[in-house]
C-alpha cells in the first residue's frame, strides 16, 4: 500500500511517496489523500499541553518540511500484508531514494517482526 512505503520512507530519511505513492492509490475513496504543505510546524507538546508525554515527544521543537501527501487514514493490516505481498519491498517506484538506500542496505524484504 502506497501509505505504508511512505510511511517507511519517512521513517528511514525519505521524503514521502509522492507521485510514486499517488499513482499507486488504488483505494477509489475521494479525499484519500491529504496534502501537507511545506513550511515549518511544530513537533512535540509545550510543557504546559498534556498531563504526560513519553521522553522521545519532550519537548516542541520548530521543524521544516517539504511538501508532501499522506493517507487521510491509517493503513489497515491487510492493506499492509497487500502492499508486502504484492511486492512492495521489491519495487523501486514506491521509494525515495533515501528509502531506497535504507531498503538496500539492509537488505529489508518485509518488516522486521513479520
Do not use: C
Request: glycine share 14%; hydrophobic share 35%; net charge negative.
Amino acid at each position: 500500500h502506497p501509505a505504508v512505503a511512505m510511511q517507511e520512507e519517512v521513517a528511514h530519511g525519505g521524503g514521502g511517496g509522492g507521485a510514486h505513492a499517488r499513482a499507486a492509490v488504488e483505494s477509489g475513496v475521494e479525499g484519500a489523500w491529504v496534502a501537507i504543505p511545506s513550511g515549518e510546524y511544530r513537533l512535540g507538546p509545550k510543557p504546559d499541553e498534556l498531563p504526560f508525554a513519553f521522553d522521545q515527544e519532550k519537548w516542541g521543537h520548530q521543524v521544516q518540511l517539504d511538501a508532501f501527501e499522506i493517507a487521510r487514514t491509517p493503513v489497515t493490516n491487510g492493506e499492509y500484508a497487500a502492499f508486502v505481498d504484492g511486492g512492495g519491498y521489491a519495487h523501486r517506484g514506491y521509494w525515495s531514494h533515501e528509502g531506497w538506500r535504507w531498503r538496500v542496505d539492509t537488505n529489508a524484504t518485509q518488516p522486521n517482526y513479520w
